[in-house]
């Protein structure tokens, strides 16, 4: 497991733009590994965004499709979940996520990224919240 935390989040107006990031304290170097984001609003269960694995293979939910982007670069601030033209649904507080190692095998892209159950370490949470 790996100790992850989360940044970015804040206040925004319907139809802006906010970018969070997630480091990992002791940096995040598996070869072979699946990355993502998580959301839960209030009375909600946790719900997958979006998720990246180490073949290139993106999954996105239906409702953030074409308005966020997941993007993975080095070791230490390694996660980045760039959200456009954002909708007052998207409130919520926001997770990374990761799981890796030397043999891990991700699972094909579509719904099994976006279980939290494939995933072994969280970060705490930011929350973003959009005004209408």
């Known amino acids: 497991q790996v100790e992850l935390a989360e940044s970015g989040g804040g206040s925004v107006q319907a139809g802006g733009s906010l970018r969070l990031s997630c480091s990992a304290s002791?940096?995040?170097?598996?070869?072979?590994?699946?990355v993502g984001w998580f959301r839960q609003a209030p009375g909600e269960e946790r719900e997958g965004v979006a998720a990246l694995d180490s073949d290139g293979r993106t999954s996105y939910a239906k409702s953030v499709k074409g308005r966020f982007t997941i993007s993975k670069q080095g070791t230490k601030n390694f996660l980045t979940l760039q959200m456009d033209n954002l909708r007052p649904e998207d409130t919520a507080m926001y997770y990374c996520?990761?799981?890796?190692?030397?043999?891990?095998?991700?699972?094909?892209?579509?719904?099994?990224?976006?279980?939290?159950?494939?995933?072994?370490?969280w970060g705490q949470g930011t929350q973003v919240t959009v005004s209408s």
């Open positions: 996520a990761a799981v890796g190692g030397p043999i891990y095998l991700p699972p094909p892209p579509g719904r099994a990224p976006l279980q939290p159950n494939e995933y072994n370490s």
């Open positions: 002791e940096g995040f170097s598996h070869r072979r590994y699946l």
